[in-house]
Every structure is written in C-alpha cells, then in structure tokens.
C-alpha cells in the first residue's frame, strides 16, 4: 500500500514527524517499508518564464529558449514541443540532481549553450511518464521552488501489510490506525448527494443470480457527464502514489478505491445491452475481452457482471473493452458491491490477471462500504465531470452479513500478554480502532462484548481481539522474559523407532529413499490387475482434486515406486535402481470420516548386481537379492517366529517367483519378481523385484531386543548332510524341522545346496545342510556330534520323508 502523508492528514489531525509515524506504523504491525520524501533536495528546480522560444539554428527538434528566472534570463536548449513563449515552466538550474542521480551542468548542445534544464512531471519524479515538459499555472511567481510554489513537498509511505490486513489498503484505513496511536479523532470525508434525474429504478436494474459469491451489489445512475482530463488535484493525488490519470471519471474511481479500499467500476450506460445488470456465473467457454485487450476464456468457477445479452466486466478483477469509458460517453452507471473473496481469488490466480481491485476484493473488502465508496464516487463524479444523479441508489443486499460478535476478558488478556492489564484499558483501546466494546450490563464480569465491524474480517476469535490489545498498548510494554521450560524424557514411540531402525538398514543395504505423492490415480490398480473385490481398490476420493491423475488417496505403494522405475528408465537417468518409500497408505473405514493410516515399507531393485568395471560379470539381480534385503532387516529387527510361505495371491508378482513372510502366524508382507504384465503396463522393459512390509503387523510381531552372549571358547564343528526330498517340500520347512529336532549344541543351519538333474528322480530334489555344533562349555567329541546330528536327520526322515543320498 503507497501513501502519502499529507493526503493521511486530510482524514486525522497527525503531529508527528513523517520518520516518527512511520517508527509506530511499523510497531503496531503496519511496517513502512519504504519512505522517500517528495522534493527533497530539489529547491533549485525553480518557477520560470519563457521570455523567448526559437527554433535551434542547427537541429530540427530542438528550441532554444530565454527564460526569465526573477534574478536573471538564461539561455536553455529543449527537446520538447509543448512550450511557447509566455508559459510558466520548471527549471532545473545547474547544479541540481534530479531523481535517478542525474546531475544539472552546464553544456553546449549543437553549438548552442545551455543553462540547466526544462523539466518533464518524469523527471521531477511526479509521475511514471510524461509527454512534454511540465506547464505551470500562471499566477506563479518565477524565482519560487516549484515543489514550494504547488504544494508538492511530502512523503511518501510504502507499507508491507500482511494478508489479514485488507482494512488497511486505503488511506482512511491507514488513517483510522493512526488516530488510534495519536489519540485524535478520524475525519470521513462527507458526500454531498444532489438527486435531480428520474428514480433510477424507472431507468435499469440490477439481478444477482449468485448471492454466495456477490452478496451486495450497489449501482448509480449519472447522466450527461463530460470526459475530460481531472482536475489538478486528483491528477497529483494519483500520481504521488505512481497511479496515471486516464479520465476525470476513471480517475475519480481509482481515487475513491485509494481513499476508502473499495473498488468501484463505471459503466458507458448506452453500451450496456437492455440497459440492466445481471450478476451471473460464466459459462464454460464463455470468451471474454477485458480490458487489457486479452481475450479469456472463461468457465462456471467464474462471476461475471452481465447486460442483456453477455458479460461487461470480470466481477472484481476487471472491466471489459465493451462498456468501457470512452471520450464520447455521456451517461454512466456506477458500481459499487462486495464479492466472495475465495471467488475472487479462485478467478484471479487462474487467469494470471493481478489488479488493484482483485488484491482488495480477494482479501476481504467491507461490505458496509459498498454504500459510501458508491456515493462519494458519484458526488466527485458530478464535481468534476458534471452531468445529473438520478434519484436514488440500487442496493441489492438478499442476505446482510451481520457483525462478528466476540468477547474478551481482562484476565486472559493479562495472562497472554505477561502484563496487569484492567478492563477499561482494553475497552479505550478496541474503541480507538472502532470496535465496539461493552461491559456487561451488571458490569459484574471482567468480560468485554466486542461487536466487530465488517473492516475487519480478519478478527474472529478472543485471541485475536487480544493481540489488538497487544500491538495497541505497544509491544515495547511487553516485558522481556526468559522462557521457561521443563526437560522430559519421553521413550521414543515403538513405530516411530521401528521406522527409523528400518530406514537405516535400507539406506545401509544401498538403497535410495524416495517420496511420491499420497494421491494418485485410480486406473493404476487396473495396472497392477487387482481383482474387483481387492480391499485396496475401495479408495478415499478427494473433494477438489487438481486433476483425475491425483483424485485418490492411495491404497498401496507399489505404483507410484513402479511408475518412478519407468520414469527413470524412459529418462536414462538411472537402469541399476534401489529404491524404497516408508509412508502411509489410506484405508477408508465403515462410518468414519477419515480414513485408517497404514504405514507400509516398499522396496524395489532391478539392474546390475554391482556396478559395471573391469573386474565385475555384470550379473542381474534376482529374487535371492532382494529376499537377502528383508532377511537383512528382519535380522536387525530381531523378530521371532518368522516363516516364508509360497502361497501369496499378489496378481502383480510373477507365478512361482514370490513368497509371503509370516510372524507368529500373522501376514507381515510379502516379496517377489514383478509379473512380466504388470511391467508391460508400467511400460518397463526389465525384471524388477520387490517387496511390501505392513509396519502395524512388524510391530505387532514383537521386536527383539538387542543382547550379547559371549562368545564360545572352544572350536565349532560342521557336518553337512546332502539328502533327497520330494519335490514339494519347501527350504522353509526344512528348517522348521532341523530347528524344531533341539540337537544338542546346535548353532547354526544353512541349505547351500539345492541339486536337480542326472540321477535325481524327477519329482525328488537334492538338498544339502550344514549344521554347525559349538559348546560353550568344552570341546565337543565325535561321538557328541555324531549323536545329535543322528537326532536332526531322524526328524528329517520321519516327518519330512527325507533319504540320505
């Protein structure tokens, strides 16, 4: 927001300097961010007369001028073309520095010698652009400062106002803080109405056909005005905070939206089709020309204000080149109304079409103003451009918006703040800024009943009122405490420790951590071919989705990892990939409102084994590989009772190449290479393997605990056994057996061997174990070894069917 202070002083008495006000603006919260001074430096661009304007001996486009300066008559050469002998003109003389550094001397220019300067608005930093130099008013004196002689000096404020903060876009709203800091009185300026036309009712109409998104819509009616350029004094208003004059009525809208924040639109009457307004939605598609001559292209999200026959302006954000105010427009409808900021700010960002309008009606403009923007608008419309008001205003208000009513208590105010802070301190304190605060009516209670005016829809809650309270009073009144607090020793939650315990071993295992989105698309199960009554394709579906390829929560990790595999694969960033995502997948539950969050552990690996060099074969990885990873983490984790099960029922994982893992009888995941279908809808053209831990289930399981055992003295001792099993039966089972025989001073079992072919019956297979024997005690004896390896191969043969080879 940009200002200046002697247009502040038109609405409050303020005796501060202009670095003291802007020191308090930005204690209380408004922070000036920038504060330059108008015409500082700048008493030597004095008032002058041409005495003599000739045309250059040796240049086309160039003047030579005599000019009167009081004391003296120098000679200075100009480029411009609107100056003649007689004007009163801006003379910057030698010496002087003009804005951006530019620095007066004396110079000759196409052999003529020149004494200073005739000076543009531009070049004086009064306005952003100028077409020749700056004509001044005749009943000046020369030898004056040009700033002194038109009342220019001032300052001007740049304020970084925060979002909540609308009521503050204006100079009244600037103006309403700093009466509250200075303890004066705030001065509205007062329209003076003169209503000579017909009723206005006789002559349009206005319909609002989306009272949630335009619940006020406010119009007058002003005929036979005259365009024409604005006085001097809306001209230097606008141009002292960098707006251009267009139009004495433009200009009276844009000045009214930066005295009071509430934008205002002026209508060419005679262009509006059927001569009435229609507040409507936008068709999808609808094309529209705003005002910048861009076409857009609009859809239902989107409000327009319409005549008879199609939109006239984007509500809120801009008019349209078909009702715009042209030179030879004669009667004029004014609008005045309030929108739906979300509506606003939807249409806004959308289109990329940013304007001073939008930046207030998307905050949150005042509802109460749409009246009094409306009828200071029309009277300086009359004042400056002529022409008749109609009788009376449309007001179209369904539904009012009343007044936010809160309540605030000395008590919590004084506990929040740190302060001894009564009652009727906060009551002058919120009445300062046009809160009106009561006591109750027994005044028994040291409570407050605040009824919020519509300027201030930022405050809706206790909390709020009490850090008006805090930024009035003045936060240097606020002591400095140290903070206080206590040290606890919290144990880390069990899921929480599981998912960093797993974290580490992945990354330690060589793994990349990878985080996709929680939406997705539905059609990514018909990838994986899940079947219809899977329980992960009953997705939680999103309100407001940004598009259909993000309209789900997730029921599952494998897709988004998969389509991550193909992404880098189609990119060539990366063939040899491990990857893994440890987030949460949704679960909808019956008669709840949000869904269950299930963390879950994915991971991924295709390519090389390791990396290609001289020394290596350039092996793929299998299925062995990525079941040695979860055989990594379930070691870190210490889990107990674990069993591998062939049967898993994943549509995705390849037939006869996959495997569940099971904890006391309970599913933890399962694991395998990915089906050769699945892959060809993911559009990846190598093997890819993968597993999925539920974390619930691994920590339901019962994680181990980390202990030592000293280690054994004595020598260990291995015997392998090579033996012939049917077909069917699974490694897992094997080991159930072995393990479940309780041979004496067994440590250890592996299979290292499996053996089909020459010599093997066909629906039998070799498989050789190696059992590892240690005491802790002595050294084992053969006899010792021999008798409880006999026990192992006994429970091999008997519940196993197993024969020595």
Not at 37 to 42: D, M, P, R, S, Y
Not at 439 to 452: G, P, Q, T
Request: aromatic letters at 6%; a negative charge; glycine letters at 8%.
């Amino acid at each position: 927001m940009i200002l200046t202070y002697n247009w502040l002083k038109e609405y409050v008495d303020c005796d501060l300097s202009p670095e003291e006000l802007a020191h308090r603006l930005t204690m209380t919260g408004l922070e000036v961010d920038s504060m330059e001074k108008i015409g500082e430096g700048l008493d030597t661009v004095i008032v002058a007369r041409l005495q003599e304007v000739a045309a250059h001996p040796d240049a086309d486009r160039l003047t030579v001028c005599r000019v009167d300066t009081g004391a003296d008559v120098v000679q200075v050469v100009c480029g411009a073309k609107n100056h003649k002998t007689g004007d009163l003109v801006a003379l910057a003389q030698v010496g002087t520095v003009l804005p951006g550094d530019f620095k007066i001397k004396k110079s000759k220019i196409r052999g003529q010698e020149s004494y200073g300067m005739l000076c543009s608005e531009k070049e004086l930093g009064l306005a952003e652009d100028a077409e020749g130099i700056l004509i001044l008013p005749a009943d000046l004196i020369p030898g004056t400062p040009v700033f002194d002689a038109l009342g220019l000096k001032d300052v001007r404020f740049e304020l970084g106002l925060t979002p909540n903060r609308a009521d503050c876009l204006s100079v009244v709203g600037v103006a309403r803080e700093v009466a509250a800091l200075t303890g004066k009185s705030l001065r509205l300026p007062q329209p003076l109405i003169v209503e000579d036309d017909a009723p206005i009712t006789e002559q349009t109409s206005v319909t609002i056909e989306e009272p949630g998104m335009c619940p006020r819509y406010a119009a007058r009616l002003i005929r036979g005005v005259q365009i024409g350029p604005s006085p001097q004094w809306i001209v230097r208003r606008l141009e002292s905070i960098g707006l251009r004059s267009i139009n004495n009525v433009v200009d009276v809208t844009n000045f009214v939206l930066m005295e009071l924040g509430h934008p205002l639109h002026a209508f060419d009457f005679s262009l509006l089709r059927g001569g009435r307004i229609l507040v409507r939605r936008a068709g999808d598609g609808e094309k529209f020309m705003t005002l910048d001559s861009q076409e857009r292209t609009l859809n239902s999200g989107d409000l327009t204000i319409c005549d008879a026959q199609g939109p006239v302006a984007l509500a809120g954000i801009m008019g349209g080149e078909n009702s715009e105010i042209r030179p030879d427009t004669v009667d004029i409808l004014l609008e005045s109304a309030f929108f739906n900021p979300p509506t606003i700010r939807r249409t806004s960002k959308r289109l990329g079409l940013h304007s001073e309008s939008s930046h207030r009606f998307e905050r949150g403009a005042d509802v109460d103003m749409v009246p009094r923007a409306l009828d200071r608008a029309a009277a300086l419309i009359v004042e400056v451009a002529g022409g008749t008001l109609a009788k009376g205003a449309i007001d179209c208000y369904p539904q009012p918006i009343a007044p936010r009513k809160l309540s605030i208590s000395a008590e919590k105010t004084s506990r929040l703040l740190g302060i001894d802070i009564d009652i009727f301190e906060i009551q002058s304190l919120l009445r300062s800024i046009a809160l009106a605060a009561e006591l109750a009516a027994d005044r028994k209670e040291d409570v407050l009943y605040v009824e919020v005016p519509t300027f201030r829809p930022d405050l809706e809650r206790e909390v709020d009122l009490i850090e008006e309270v805090a930024r009035l009073k003045g936060y240097e009144h606020i002591p400095t405490t140290m903070p206080q607090g206590r040290i606890l020793c919290q144990r880390e939650p069990e899921l929480r420790s599981l998912e960093r315990r797993l974290r580490d071993t992945m990354v330690a295992c060589g793994f990349n951590e990878v985080i996709n989105y929680s939406f997705n698309s539905p059609t990514l199960l018909d990838r994986l071919g899940l079947a219809g009554d899977d329980g992960r394709r009953h997705q939680v579906r999103l309100l407001n989705p940004l598009n259909e390829e993000q309209s789900v929560l997730r029921t599952t990790l494998v897709p988004s990892l998969l389509q991550t595999v193909a992404q880098n694969l189609a990119h060539r960033s990366a063939a040899d990939l491990r990857l893994f995502e440890l987030r949460p997948v949704f679960l909808p539950r019956e008669n709840e409102d949000l869904p269950e969050e299930n963390p879950r552990l994915t991971a991924l690996m295709c390519g090389r084994r390791s990396p290609l060099g001289w020394s290596q074969s350039g092996e793929t990885v299998d299925f062995f590989d990525i079941k040695g990873v979860v055989e990594e983490l379930l070691g870190h984790l210490r889990l107990q009772n674990l069993s591998w099960r062939s049967e898993v029922g994943e549509s995705f994982y390849h037939p006869g190449k996959s495997c569940a893992l099971y904890g006391n009888e309970q599913l933890l995941g399962n694991l395998g290479e990915i089906h050769p279908r699945v892959l060809s809808a993911f559009e990846i053209e190598q093997a890819v393997f993968l597993f999925d831990l539920d974390l619930g289930a691994l920590s339901r399981c019962g994680l181990g605990r980390t202990e030592f055992t000293a280690l054994s003295r004595f020598p260990g001792v291995y015997r392998d056994s090579a033996m012939l099993f049917d077909e069917t039966v699974t490694a897992q089972q094997i080991l159930d057996v072995v393990h479940s025989a309780k041979a004496q001073d067994m440590e250890d079992v592996v299979l290292f061997d499996v053996y089909r072919g020459k010599g093997i019956a066909g629906d039998k297979k070799s498989v050789a174990i190696r059992v590892r024997y240690r005491s802790a005690e002595k050294t084992l004896t053969d006899e010792e070894i021999s008798k409880a390896h006999g026990r192992i191969i006994r429970s091999l043969e008997n519940q196993l069917g197993a024969e020595i080879r």
